[in-house]
């Protein structure tokens, strides 16, 4: 079965010279940024590895995808650490104070050392009692991704479903879908009495399974085949949903991630998602024109 062998960077790159020693006819999808090749067969494993390892020497990330299907129809994403910068529990904990104890709980539930109903329920009651102040200046301060409103715009101008599917909250997956122009968003919910965090988690928790649950649902009720599925994320709590997918990314990913996923955008954007998926500069910016 033939792939493309697809090579995307951040900043200005010879993609087309390290691409064309490695397929056929070079195609740019963005001048100096991202291009693609065709393979008449899908490297191996470690034969993939190696070239992953030498495009990120040369400041790029490569994705191998089969030629059939690329455009998909349906896209989840997980929220902290791949649509937004950094976890925003983390970052709530700062106005108790204790953002240092709290954000060691996460990096390790993140890289899968920790059970992830545990983890959370333990680190919402630590902030028992914190105004919901302090959720609005968290809001506040969240700094979406780069290239992250962009993919979503176009693939929804494509007609693709988006999903925002998140382990945080609503309060804040209400807001990051919205700002990114996701269809829709799922989270867990914190309970508030009297304006206050009670420290504790509405149920049902929305861990990995539930993820996976929600790919499962959305395409079921849209009548796309899993081969149809774009999914990102970062931690533990989403290999399934990456592993489920016809194409899952990965973004910036733990460990456990990059050991269990093929396609990982180490040092290029969100972007890479488009590119992935065969859109070119052209069709990105046909998209996200106004006119």
């Known amino acids: 079965m033939s792939a493309i062998l697809v090579a995307a960077s951040s900043v200005p790159c010879d993609v087309e010279s390290f691409l064309k020693g490695h397929g056929g006819d070079f195609r740019s999808l963005r001048e ?19 070239l992953q390892a030498h495009a990120l020497d040369t400041g790029l990330d490569v994705f191998c995808v089969p030629a059939a299907g690329r455009r998909k129809k349906l896209f989840l994403a997980d929220m902290d650490a791949t649509i937004v910068a950094g976890e925003t529990l983390d970052e709530l904990a700062e106005y108790a104070g204790l953002k240092e104890k709290i954000s060691a709980i996460t990096a390790r539930a993140m890289r899968g050392e920790l059970d992830f109903h545990e983890a959370l329920t333990a680190r919402v009651a630590m902030l028992e009692g914190l105004p919901i102040t302090a959720l609005n200046a968290t809001l506040g301060k969240m700094v979406v991704n780069a290239g992250a409103r962009e993919a979503v715009q176009v693939m929804r101008h494509f ?14 997956t209400g807001a990051v879908a919205q700002l990114c122009g996701f269809d829709f968003h799922h989270g867990n919910r914190l309970e508030i009495e009297d304006e206050k965090l009670t420290g504790r988690v509405i149920p049902p928790i929305l861990d990995k399974e539930a993820k996976l649950a929600f790919l499962n649902q959305y395409a079921m009720t849209q009548g796309i085949p899993l081969e149809g599925v774009i999914t990102t994320g970062d931690g533990a709590n989403d290999i399934p949903m990456l592993a489920a997918a016809g194409c899952g990314v990965g973004y910036r990913p733990k460990p456990l991630v990059r050991e269990q996923i093929r396609n990982n955008i180490m040092v290029s954007d969100l972007t890479s998602l488009l590119y992935i998926q065969g859109y070119s500069e052209q069709d990105i910016s046909s998209a996200l024109s106004p006119f």
Do not use: R
């Open 159 to 172: 007609g693709t479903c988006c999903v925002l599917v998140s382990g945080g909250f609503t309060f804040f």
């Open 32 to 50: 100096g940024y991202a291009g693609e090749v065709t393979l008449v067969h899908a490297p191996s494993p470690d034969n993939f590895h190696d």
